[in-house]
């Protein structure tokens, strides 16, 4: 973190004030979901299922009762509008009536069997007809998907190495997990559990919009795939400029280099995610998280022209043990959630009001920024958005990650949770469902209104 709290507009010694303040009513409020913490310790490593469920602001985490649509409920009897939504794997919002009936009636009928179901391929079809891409499979989760797409892409090119930007995230992916030093030498990304790889061997990293770099890179005829987001997501939100794809493609087209989009968040900006809506033309396109409703699936989709450099790849007698698969991949119980979620829940009609949400969600962030004269902004990519404590938007991944805060961020969320908003833990990230509606919109724009007037005054 390169810059001071008070260049964030506020005062570190109120930062920390509020901090005491809020841990002191979370833990009033919640005795239940500490208790239960404290108990699963005996258990569970860190006391959860799953270690980052600790990265939440508060003393100990909320344990859930039950959700609904955009609203959850936890064992204290507290309820909160969720604008975390499990980080987008719950952007069709909590138990929608059409998945909950899809996978019970599934479930009944079986949920795996090592072969298709005729429902598949409606899911392929759909997922060719919104994405553009003509061939597809399946997989439980996108970093498997993006593990997958990285394995094909190096037997079909012949070439070892991959290309991903500063501070991206694809999922626990070896390859990815590589940053940029100040110096601008590839190094791994720090907290990087027993790297199975010397990723300053296997990556190369570039920052989003640095064409030159990317085309010095590129011009080695080493690396056989480019894999990005369009936009990034996981260091707040940075946009590409107007022509940078554009460039990308171009550049990767003329030095031999699959590319593939990573869709898995970018969904947020509409049906057939970023891809469809700006006309990018990948060869490969990933996605997990949104499309099962909730219920574990990704998938991973490509041309037509790189479907058959595969097929003639594949060494069909040890095709189950290549390195590409999964036994659950594919699975009817996931091929069934896609589809009730994609044709009744995160429909067209829906990601127009979804975006419309996030329209109002903005304007009234960015009123209390005005009206409070702090130096922030806020970012919208369809119906996601995010707020940062700088006064522009970043252009590429180390500047977005210097204008983070940690400090401010768990006061800030911290606040939030104890006025009943969710956030997602890692940065300011706020996302629409379906089942959003204005008022918890409004709820979050009040809050956001009362914590920003405390932290100055
Ligand atoms: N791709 C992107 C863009 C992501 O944001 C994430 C997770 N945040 C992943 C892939 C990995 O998803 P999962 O953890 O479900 O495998």
Not at 226 to 253: C, F, K, M, Q, S
Not at 307 to 323: L, S
Request: glycine letters at 8%.
């Amino acid at each position: 973190m390169s810059t001071s709290l008070s260049d964030r507009g506020i005062d570190p010694s109120r930062v920390e004030r509020l901090l005491e303040r809020e841990r002191a009513r979370f833990v009033q409020t919640h005795p239940r979901s500490a208790e239960i913490h404290r108990r699963a310790a005996g258990s569970m490593l860190y006391g959860v299922p799953m270690n980052w469920m600790t990265r939440w602001a508060s003393p100990s985490p909320v344990v859930v009762a039950s959700a609904a649509g955009a609203t959850v409920e936890d064992v204290d009897g507290n309820t909160y509008v969720d604008l975390c939504l499990g980080d987008t794997g719950a952007m069709a919002g909590h138990g929608p009536r059409a998945v909950v009936d899809a996978v019970a009636e599934q479930m009944a009928r079986g949920a795996t069997f090592m072969l298709p179901t005729e429902t598949s391929l409606w899911v392929a079809e759909e997922m060719a007809r919104r994405f553009g891409m003509s061939q597809w499979q399946f997989a439980l989760t996108a970093s498997d998907a993006n593990r997958f797409v990285l394995r094909l892409a190096r037997q079909v090119t012949g070439r070892s190495q991959v290309v991903v930007h500063n501070w991206c995230y694809h999922g626990s992916v070896d390859e990815t997990l590589a940053t940029l030093s100040p110096d601008g030498d590839v190094v791994p990304r720090h907290g990087s559990v027993g790297p199975a790889l010397d990723v300053t061997s296997s990556t190369r990293v570039v920052e989003i919009n640095d064409v030159a770099a990317l085309e010095a890179v590129l011009r080695g005829g080493t690396v056989a795939a480019v894999l990005v987001e369009p936009a990034l997501t996981n260091i707040g939100i940075v946009l590409p400029d107007d022509d940078y794809h554009h460039e990308l493609r171009r550049i990767t087209r003329e030095t031999g280099t699959l590319l593939i989009i990573d869709e898995t968040h970018t969904i947020c900006a509409g049906p057939g995610g970023y891809t469809r809506r700006e006309g990018l033309e990948p060869d490969l396109l990933t996605i997990g998280k949104t499309i099962g409703g909730g219920v574990p699936v990704a998938a991973y989709g490509m041309t037509d022209e790189l479907a058959g450099r595969v097929v003639d790849g594949t060494f069909w007698h040890e095709a189950d043990v290549g390195g590409v698969g999964g036994t659950l991949a594919g699975n009817a119980l996931s091929m069934a959630a896609v589809r009730a979620t994609l044709s009744e829940v995160l429909t067209e009609p829906a990601f127009e009001r979804m975006e419309e949400l996030a329209v109002r969600l903005c304007a009234g962030i960015e009123s209390v920024i005005d009206r409070h004269d702090v130096p922030w902004h806020v970012t919208r990519l369809g119906c996601r958005s995010e707020y940062l404590f700088s006064p522009h938007p970043p252009r590429n991944g180390a500047e977005a990650e210097a204008a983070g805060d940690e400090q401010l961020d768990a006061a800030l969320h911290l606040a939030m949770l104890n006025r009943g908003v969710l956030l997602t833990p890692f940065h300011n990230m706020t996302l629409m469902s379906p089942a959003t509606n204005a008022a918890q919109v409004d709820a979050h724009t009040a809050a956001f209104e009362e914590i920003v007037a405390e932290l100055l005054s």
